[in-house]
């Protein structure tokens, strides 16, 4: 059996390396050539001897989810729509920015968390990725955006705010943010890894204790009974419980604050009292608030605030001294906004229909690339 050494850690691929027979500096000098320069053949690592490069031919591969489409909206925000098997599509999305570019990658294939707003939970749960599958989406981001010496790689951050909840699938997600971390893979500092999570509390404390990154929260409503219906896992871990993990993970995370995400639901969480009510529930947690536009699909049921009501819910906040910002909706002529991502491919309960989107799409693909 071949094994996938795109989905190895540091540690696994040094075992492998052992097994093999071969020194640990090997392992660098392969996380270097798959992370680094790209590669994915042996034949390109010329630093080993044609011998060692054979016999890794042999026993391994480097093989990341295959893109069936690539497109990209007219704000230069990036998708790539990947097959991971058993008609399973998950998505990447790059936003360059002035300053930084932002890659947001996928954790699972659909989410089982259910939060009413999300077209991801609206598709219901259909697997985890595996350790491949989720650094594969940097790996080939940072291929298709061309490298280059460190200081013009075109990804500077990424955030796990793609589809699923990157803390349920907790050992691959933190084996890959590891492999984004190391300075062998993609170097980036633990400030510009930035994990979403809608408040699985246990999870939290145990990321602070193994991979702290930056944290971001899904609040989305300032008190129980609301976000009870919004964000469903809120019945199992309530606000006081998740505040509490957030001030727990604060001391060990490379940022002294936590990022409270807040979509706005016309007539549902947006008035100025629950603005007001939101300031007093998290007043003991340093925080940043960010505002997100809710994004519609299909039979949502809810819609996008007003924007004068998303402004006067933001004075609020800010005359209450909380840096308070407003996501700007990028990428939604191609569906690459938040909770809009492989909207048509994933819904559980058409799986038939998704095996045959995604061939459709994959041979819609393949001769696009053809002409
Ligand atoms: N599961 C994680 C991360 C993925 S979702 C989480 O829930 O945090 C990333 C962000 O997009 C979350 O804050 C999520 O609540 C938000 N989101 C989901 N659906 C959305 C929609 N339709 N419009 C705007 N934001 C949405
Ligand atoms: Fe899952 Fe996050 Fe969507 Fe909730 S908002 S259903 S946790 S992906």
Known sequence: MTVNLLGLGSRQLQAFCADMGEKPFRAKQLLRWIHHAGADNFDAMTDMAKLLRERLAQCATIMAPEVVRDSTAADGTRKWLLNVG???AIEAVFIP???????CVSSQAGCA???SFCSTGRQGFNRNLTVAEIIGQLWWANKCLGRGVEAERPISNVVMMGMGEPLANFDNVVTAMQLMLDDSAYGLSRRRVTLSTSGLVPAIDRLGEECPVALAVSLHAPNDALRDRLVPINRKYPI????AACLRYIEKAPRDFVTFEY??????NDSVEQARELARVVKDVPCKINL???NPFPDSGYARSDPKAVARFRDVLM?????????KTRGDDIDAACGQLAGQVTDKTRRKQRRDAVSKMANGFMEEAAQ
């Open 86 to 88: 058993t008609g399973n």
């Open 263 to 268: 979509v706005m639901l016309a007539g549902v």
């Open 292 to 294: 997100i536009p809710f």
């Open 240 to 243: 006081k419980q998740l505040l």
């Open 113 to 115: 968390l259910e939060c």
């Open 97 to 103: 920015e002035p300053n930084r570019g932002t890659l």
């Open 319 to 327: 005359q209450a001294d909380y840096t308070t910002t407003t996501r």
